[in-house]
C-alpha cells in the first residue's frame, strides 16, 4: 500500500510476574488506515495498546511516530503527540452531564459553553449526534461510547485506539459507528482496532495482526480470509461448534408473570411487564445491550430483588417474594455476571466460595455447622469436571484468572441437579475453548432435563444455543421467538434498533 | 525505589509474624522516644513490659490486675469484631456497656439486702439486656431509615453518660451515703457481687465470660454458616446477598450481639472491680475495645492476645510514670506507636514488597 507509515512498533516486550504479556512483537500502521488486533482474551492484545497509549512501560523494543522515536511515559504525553483510545470499560461520570465529562479529561478545557458548541459541531460532522447538557447516567450504552469517542475526537487524533468498541452495541448502532470510523480513515486518521469478532474485523478493517499468547502469530488482509480461517490461527486450533440433539420439550419449569421491579441502584434500569415462560429441555436465549435490564432481571430471577407473590414461579411453586435459598429449594440456580464480587468473594478460598451457593442445594450445612470436608470435595468436584485451572481449591478466587473463574461459577451452579438454571454472560471474558466448554455444559444441563435462561450480550452466543430468542430493552422484554430463522435485522430491532440515534450519515 | 505488589493469596506467614514484629519496632522506636526524653530505653521497656508480671516488688498488684483489664476489653472487643467483619460499624460499646451497668446494678440494688442464690444470674441477664437494648437503637434506626450507624452509636454513649450521671445521682444514688453521688458497693452485698473466683489472679465472671465469648467467637467464625455470612458480608456485600444473607437481619444480630456482650461487660465491672454505678464510672473501655479489635484483626484468638498485650501496656505504662516519671503523653505515644506499627506492617499480608533498581529489575 502507498499509505505513509505513521507507526511502527518493533519488538515490544512486556513480562509481568509469572507471565509474558507481550514477546517481541513487530507491526506498523500507516495513515488512514484501519488495523485489527486480533486474538483471544489473554493474548496480550489490552497490554500492547497500554503501552501505545503510555499506560504501561515496556521491558524492550521500540516505537516509532511519524518517523521520530516514541516513549509515552504516561498517556498525557501520548494524547498530545495525537493517540486516542476509547476504553472498553467507559470512565464516565453518572450524575455530570455530557460536556462535563468532556471537560474532565482535558488537560486546559474552554469555557463550558464554548465546548458544548464544540461537541455539538464535532459529534454531527462524524454522524454521532449527541446533546451536551445530557445527564450521562440517562445515556444508552451507544451514547456513552459516542461522549468517549468525541472527547478523543477534540483532540484531533491522528491515531485512535479502540478497544472492543462493539460489545455494547446493537447490529444497527455497529453500523453507525462504523461509518463515523470509515469517515476518519478517509481523512487520514489510523485507527487501531481491537475485537475478536470476525465478521466485523473482516467488514471494517484494512490489515490484521493476529495475537496469541503475547506473540504475532500471523499478519493477513482480513477480507481475503474467512471467519473460520481468522478463528483457527487466533486459537491456534481447529474448532467444533457445539453439539446438541433435538428433544421434545416438557413442562413449564419457569413461568415469570407481569414481573415489573425497580433497580436497587440510582441509575439502573427497572423492569417493566415482563412474562416469558421456559420449559424442560429448553434454553431461552435473552439478548440486549449493556444496561437495559440484565442485572435486574438476574437479580429478580435469583430472589436477591424480591416481587410481587405470583410474578415468579418455579415447578409450579410461586417464588415471587421469596429469597434466594428459597429459589434454591425450589430448584433455581443461577450466575451472575460479576464473578468477582457478586457470583464469587475474591478474597475467599473456592472451598468457601463453593458453600456461597452451594450449601442449599448439596446439603453441606447441617443444623448451622457447616461440613467442611463435604464442601471442599464439592470445590473439587467442580474443578475436575469443569476443567478449573488451579493448583487447589484453597486458592483464593481472585488468584484464578477471568476463564477459570468462570468455569469455576458456571460449573458450581450446574453441579446441583438444577430444575433452572438462569446465566447472565456466562462466557464474558473468557477464551474460546472454555467458552466453548460452558455452553456445551449449559446444553447439555438443558438435554439433562433443566430449563435454561441465558441473559448475555453476545449474539453469536445467543443464536448458537439458544432454542428461542427474546431481546431487552429499556427494561422491557419482547416475546421470545424461535431462533431458527431469525435474521440479524429481526434481531436488531428486538434489541431497540439504533436508540434512536440512527440520525446523520447523509450522504455516507 | 521499591514497589508493592499484591499477593494473589494472603501470606500466612506474615500473618502470623506481623504482630510480632510491629512489638518489636514499637519496642526500638519507642526506646528511640524514652532516651530523647533522658530515660535509659532498657529500663523503660522493662518497666512497660516486663515489670508488671515478674518483678517481684510490683508483680503481686499488677499481675491480676492484667485479666481485670484484659477482661472487659476482651469481652467487648469480641462483640465488636463480628460487626467490624460484616462492614458493621458499632463505635459506641462504651454506652452499651454504661446500660448493662446501670441495668444490671438496678436489678441488684432492687433487691438489697435480700440473699438469693439467683440475684447475680438474674443481674447478669439484665446487663446483657441493657446493652442490647442501646444497641438496637442504631439498629433499628439503620434498618428501618437508613441513618448511619456510626454517628448514632457513637452519639448515644454521650446520651448514656448522662443517664450514668442522672442515676448516680438521682435513682441510683446509696440512700445511706451521706448526699454523696454513687449507688451502694455491689462488691460488698454477697448476692450481687462479682469477686474475685481465685485469689491473687484477678480472675472474676467477667473474664471467664471472655474467655468464653473468645471461644465461641471463634467456632462461630470457622463453623458456623452464620459466621461464613458475617465474614462474607464483610468481604463482598452483593457476593452475601446472593449466598442469601438478609443484610437487615444481619445489621440487627452483630448489633445485638455486640450490645449484650458490652453490657455484660458494663455488668461485671459494676459488680465487681468498680463496685458502684459512679459518675466516673465510664473508664473508656468501649473505646479501647476498638483497637483491641483491630490490633487482634478482628481474630477472637488474636483479640484475646491484643487484649492483654493493651492491658499490660496500660498497667505497664502506670508504672513507669511513677517509677521513672515518664510523662503519660509519652506512654499514650507509645501505644499509639504500636497501632500505628500494627496497621503499617499489616500490609506485608497482602503486598509483597519489590526492591526495584532502575527499570530492569522485575
Known amino acids: 500500500m502507498t499509505r505513509p507509515v505513521l507507526l511502527t512498533v518493533e519488538g515490544l516486550t512486556k513480562a509481568y510476574p509469572g507471565v509474558v504479556a507481550n514477546s517481541d512483537v513487530s507491526f506498523s500502521i500507516g495513515a488512514g488506515e484501519v488495523h485489527a488486533l486480533l486474538g483471544e482474551n489473554g493474548a496480550g492484545k489490552s497490554t500492547l495498546v497500554k503501552m501505545i497509549y503510555g499506560l504501561v512501560k515496556p521491558d524492550a523494543g521500540t516505537m516509532t511516530l511519524r518517523g521520530a522515536p516514541y516513549a509515552p511515559p504516561k498517556p498525557g504525553v501520548a494524547r498530545a503527540q495525537g493517540v486516542a483510545m476509547v476504553f472498553q470499560h467507559f470512565s464516565l461520570f453518572d450524575a455530570l452531564d455530557v460536556a462535563e465529562n468532556v471537560a474532565l479529561g482535558m488537560e486546559h478545557p474552554p469555557k463550558m459553553g464554548a465546548l458544548a458548541e464544540r461537541i455539538r459541531a464535532v459529534s454531527l460532522e462524524y454522524g454521532l449526534p449527541l446533546d451536551p447538557v445530557r445527564l450521562v447516567g440517562d445515556l444508552s450504552a451507544g451514547e456513552r461510547q459516542r461522549v468517549e469517542i468525541i472527547r478523543c475526537l477534540l483532540q484531533d487524533p491522528k491515531l485512535l485506539i479502540m478497544d472492543e468498541p462493539t460489545s455494547v452495541l446493537t447490529p444497527q448502532e455497529v453500523d453507525i459507528l462504523f461509518q463515523t470510523l470509515r469517515k476518519l480513515a478517509s481523512e487520514g486518521t489510523a485507527i487501531l482496532y481491537i475485537s475478536h469478532k470476525l465478521e466485523e474485523i473482516r467488514s471494517l478493517c484494512d490489515a490484521a495482526t493476529i495475537l496469541r499468547r503475547g506473540r504475532v502469530v500471523a499478519t493477513c488482509t482480513p477480507r481475503d480470509k474467512t471467519a473460520r480461517d481468522l478463528a483457527e490461527m487466533m486459537v491456534g486450533t481447529v474448532l467444533t461448534p457445539p453439539a446438541r440433539s433435538e428433544k421434545p420439550k416438557g413442562r413449564v419449569l419457569l413461568e415469570v408473570t407481569r414481573l415489573s421491579v425497580r433497580s436497587p441502584s440510582a441509575f439502573g434500569t427497572a423492569l417493566k411487564d415482563i412474562s416469558f415462560s421456559v420449559h424442560r429441555g429448553e434454553i431461552l436465549g435473552i439478548a440486549g445491550v449493556a444496561g437495559n435490564g440484565q442485572d435486574e432481571l438476574l437479580l429478580a430471577l435469583s430472589g436477591e430483588l424480591r416481587s410481587p407473590g405470583g410474578s415468579v414461579k418455579i415447578d409450579g411453586e410461586d417464588m415471587g417474594d421469596r429469597g434466594p435459598n428459597d429459589r434454591r429449594r425450589a430448584g433455581l440456580v443461577a450466575a451472575p455476571e460479576e464473578r468477582l464480587g457478586h457470583a464469587a468473594a475474591p478474597d475467599m478460598s473456592l472451598t468457601e466460595n463453593a458453600l456461597l451457593s452451594g450449601a442449599e442445594r448439596r446439603g453441606l450445612v447441617s443444623g448451622g455447622f457447616i461440613d467442611w470436608a463435604g464442601t471442599r470435595a464439592f470445590a473439587e468436584e467442580v474443578v475436575a469436571a469443569y476443567d478449573v485451572r488451579t493448583p487447589g481449591v484453597g486458592v483464593a478466587a481472585r488468584a484464578l484468572s477471568g476463564g477459570n473463574l468462570q468455569k469455576f461459577v458456571v460449573g458450581r451452579e450446574l453441579s446441583q441437579d438444577p430444575a433452572v438454571v438462569v446465566v447472565n454472560q456466562p462466557t464474558w471474558g473468557v477464551d474460546a475453548s472454555a467458552a466453548a466448554a460452558i455452553r456445551q455444559a449449559l446444553i447439555d444441563r438443558a438435554m439433562n432435563g433443566a430449563a435454561v435462561v441465558v441473559i448475555s450480550q453476545d449474539l453469536d452466543e445467543l443464536l448458537e444455543i439458544a432454542d428461542r430468542f427474546a431481546a431487552l430493552n429499556g427494561g422491557r422484554l419482547s416475546a421470545p421467538r424461535p431462533t431458527q430463522g431469525l435474521t440479524v435485522d429481526q434481531i436488531g430491532l428486538m434489541m431497540g434498533g439504533a436508540h434512536g440515534m440512527e440520525v446523520a450519515h447523509h450522504g455516507a | ?362
Open chain 2, 1 to 362: 525505589m521499591f514497589t508493592l505488589e499484591k499477593r494473589p493469596n494472603p501470606s500466612r506467614f506474615w500473618t502470623v509474624a506481623t504482630p510480632v514484629l510491629a512489638v518489636v519496632l514499637t519496642m526500638i522506636a519507642g526506646g528511640i522516644m524514652f532516651a530523647m526524653l533522658g530515660k535509659d530505653p532498657v529500663a523503660a521497656i522493662r518497666t512497660i513490659f516486663w515489670d508488671p508480671l515478674f518483678d517481684p516488688q510490683f508483680a503481686s498488684y499488677s499481675r491480676p490486675q492484667l485479666l481485670v483489664k484484659a477482661g472487659p476489653l476482651i469481652l467487648i472487643a469480641i462483640g465488636l469484631s463480628l460487626g467490624f467483619r460484616a462492614g458493621i460499624w458499632n463505635i459506641g460499646a462504651e454506652g452499651q456497656y454504661i446500660m448493662g451497668a446501670i441495668f444490671g446494678a438496678a436489678v441488684g440494688l432492687a433487691f438489697y439486702p435480700d440473699e438469693h442464690w439467683f440475684i447475680l444470674p438474674l443481674m447478669v441477664l439484665a446487663g446483657a439486656f441493657g446493652g442490647w437494648l442501646w444497641a438496637m437503637i442504631p439498629a433499628i434506626l439503620r434498618t428501618r431509615f437508613r441513618t448511619n450507624e456510626i454517628l448514632v452509636s457513637l452519639l448515644l454513649v454521650y446520651v448514656a453518660q448522662s443517664i450514668l450521671s442522672s442515676m448516680a445521682l438521682g435513682a441510683l444514688r446509696n440512700p445511706e451515703g451521706g448526699g454523696f453521688p454513687g449507688s451502694r458497693n455491689l462488691s460488698q452485698y454477697p448476692a450481687a457481687a462479682n469477686l474475685e473466683l481465685v485469689a491473687g489472679t484477678g480472675m472474676h465472671w467477667g473474664v471467664v465470660a471472655a474467655f468464653m465469648a473468645v471461644i465461641a467467637a471463634y467456632v462461630l467464625l470457622q463453623r458456623h454458616i452464620l459466621g461464613f455470612h458475617i465474614r462474607l458480608a464483610g468481604q463482598a456485600p452483593r457476593a452475601a446477598r446472593f449466598a442469601g444473607v438478609n443484610p437487615d437481619r444481619l445489621v440487627l444480630l452483630c448489633f445485638g450481639v455486640s450490645g449484650a456482650l458490652a453490657g455484660l461487660a458494663g455488668l461485671f465491672e459494676v459488680a465487681g472491680p468498680a463496685g458502684q454505678i459512679s459518675i466516673d464510672f465510664a473508664s473508656g473501655y468501649g473505646f479501647t475495645a476498638i483497637i483491641v479489635a483491630f490490633l487482634g484483626r478482628l481474630n477472637p484468638i488474636g483479640i484475646l492476645l491484643a487484649g492483654l498485650l493493651m492491658a499490660l501496656t496500660y498497667i505497664g505504662g502506670e508504672l513507669a510514670q511513677f517509677m521513672l516519671g515518664l510523662p503519660s503523653a509519652a506512654i499514650q505515644a507509645f501505644q499509639g506507636m504500636l497501632l500505628f506499627f500494627l496497621l503499617a506492617v499489616d500490609l506485608l499480608t497482602n503486598y509483597r514488597i519489590r526492591w526495584a533498581f532502575g527499570r530492569a529489575a522485575g
